[in-house]
C-alpha cells in the first residue's frame, strides 16, 4: 500500500471533540468501517506490516468492541485463530479476569483461560492506543495462559500520552498518528 492509502484512512477518520467527556478529541472510525473496501485495504496494510515487521502469530487477540472488528479479519488472512476478550459477564465459559484504567475510567476485561495454549504467539490489535491500559490489560491475560505477546496493532495511536511507555516491553505499531 502506499501512503495515499493512509491519506485516505486518515481524512475518512472523523474527530468529535468532548466524546465521551469534555477534554477528549474522539477519533470516530465508524466512517473507515462503513467505507466501501476500506476494511480490505486496512487488513491488507496490517499482513504487510506484520511481515516487515517479523511478527507470525499463532494467534490474534483483540479487545471488545473495536478488536472483534480488525482481529477476525486479519486472523482470517493469516489462517489463524482469533481469541476475542470481553467485558465481565460475556463468556461462557472459566475466564482470566483482570481491573485496568484508561483515559477515562476503569474496566475489567475477561478472557477464557483455555483460549490460549503455553508458548503460543500472540499478536493483539484493537482500533486505537490511548494510554495502553487496555493493551496491557490484554497482554497480562495472555502471558498469564503462557502465550508470548510479539506486539500489538493499532489503526490509530495518540500522540503525547506516553502509552508506549505504559506498554512496554510490547512492540506497538500504528497505522496512524494523531494528536491526543
Not at 9 to 33: A, K, N
Request: hydrophobic share 45%; aromatic share 6%; glycine share 10%.
Amino acid at each position: 500500500m502506499s501512503d495515499a492509502f493512509l491519506d485516505e484512512l486518515r481524512e475518512t477518520i472523523r474527530t468529535i471533540p468532548d466524546f465521551p467527556i469534555d477534554g477528549i478529541m474522539f477519533r470516530d472510525i465508524s466512517p473507515v468501517l462503513s467505507g466501501a473496501g476500506l476494511l480490505t485495504k486496512v487488513t491488507d496494510r496490517f499482513v504487510e506490516d506484520i511481515t516487515k515487521l517479523g511478527w507470525e502469530p499463532d494467534v490474534i487477540v483483540g479487545p471488545e468492541a473495536r478488536g472483534f472488528i480488525f482481529g477476525p479479519l486479519l486472523a482470517e488472512r493469516l489462517g489463524i485463530g482469533f481469541v476475542p476478550v470481553r467485558k465481565p459477564g460475556k463468556l461462557p465459559a472459566e475466564t482470566r479476569r483482570i481491573e485496568y484504567t484508561l483515559e477515562y475510567g476503569s474496566n475489567v476485561l475477561e478472557m477464557h483461560k483455555d483460549a490460549i495454549s503455553e508458548g503460543q504467539k500472540v499478536v493483539i490489535i484493537d482500533d486505537l492506543l490511548a494510554t495502553g491500559g487496555t493493551i496491557s490489560a490484554c497482554a497480562e491475560l495472555c502471558q498469564e495462559a503462557g502465550g508470548d505477546v510479539l506486539g500489538a496493532l493499532f489503526l490509530i495511536e495518540l500522540d503525547g500520552l506516553d502509552a508506549r511507555s505504559a506498554i512496554a516491553p510490547i512492540a506497538a505499531h500504528a497505522l496512524l498518528e494523531f494528536p491526543a
